[in-house]
C-alpha cells in the first residue's frame, strides 16, 4: 500500500514561518501520528511570498466572500492569495492525499470560525481562511480538521479513521476496477460503515448489490460519495454499542452463557461511559483470533488505525 500521505499547515511541524516568526508545533501530529503518515506541509502566507517575519493579515467584509487585508497598512491581497491558491491546488492533485490538516483560525488556512472584520472593526468568528476554502472546494470528499478540533477525542477518532479507510481506498483505485473489488472493499468496511450510519449502511448494501446496473466509474464515484457521507457522521457509543451487539451474534453456537454474559455486561459498561471502547473490543478480537471467525478477522471496523494511536482509550 502506498504511504498515508496528509497536507498540513507547516507551522503545525514546528517550521518557523507563522508572520512573527515562530511555529504552532504540535507534539501529537509531529510525534505521534508523524511515525503513520507522511506529511506534505503547506505555508499558504510564505509560499505566496509575504516572508516572514511579516505583517499579520486578516479577513474583513462578507464572511461568505471575505477579503484578506494587512491588519495596519491595509493592504487587500486577496486576488494574489486566490490565484496562488488555485495553482496550489492542482499541483497537490498529484499527491494523493488521503487528508489535510488545517491551523485553527488562521485568515489562511482556518477550516472554520476564522474571525472576519466588520467596516467597525468587530470580529465575527464566522469565515474560512482563503488557501482553506479554495483547497475545500477543490477536494470536496478528502477529509480535512484542523489542530484545534483534534484535541477532541471523538474528532480525533473519527478523521484519523477517515484517513485510513482513504488511503486503502485510493490503493483500490490504483488497482483494476471492477464490481468484484468493490464488494470486496465494502465487504471489509461494512461494520465501520455500520458504527457511523445504519441508513448509508442500508443503501451501500443495495447500491452493491446492484452494481451490474450501473457503469464501473459511475458506481465507483457514487460508491466513495456516500462511504465520505457515512464517515463524516458521529460514531455514537449507542450506534458502537449496537454493533458490538451485531458482533456477538457471530459466536452464538460457540460461547457459554457465562462468557456471553460477561461480554454483554463489558458492552453496557462502554454503553455507559465506564469503560472505552477498547475495552469490549480487545475481548472480541481475542474471541475472533479463539474461533477463527474469517468474516470478523477482515473486518476493518476491529483494527480501523494503529493501536499505538490509543485513539480507542478514551470515555
Ligand atoms: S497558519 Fe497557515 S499561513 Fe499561517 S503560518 Fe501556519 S501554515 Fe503559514
New binding site residues.
Partial sequence: MAPLTLGI???LLGEQ??WNGGH?RDRFLTDTLGRFVRYRP?????ECGFGVPREPLRLEGDAQAPRLVTSRTRQDHTERMLRWARRRVRELETEDLCGFIF?TK?P??GMERVRVYNATGVAAPKGVGIFARVFMEHFPLIPVEDDGRLHDPVLRDNFIERVFVMQRWRDALRGKRSRGELIRFHTGHKLLILSHSPQHYRIMGKLVAQAQAMPISALYDEYQRLLMEALRLKATPAKHGNVLQHIMGYFKKQLFPDAKGELLEIIGHYRQGHVPLIVPITLINHYVRLYDQPYLTGQYYLHPHPLELRLRNHV
Fill in positions: 499547515s507547516s507551522c514561518v507563522r504552532k503547506v505555508c499558504p502566507e510564505v491551523k488562521s489562511s488556512s
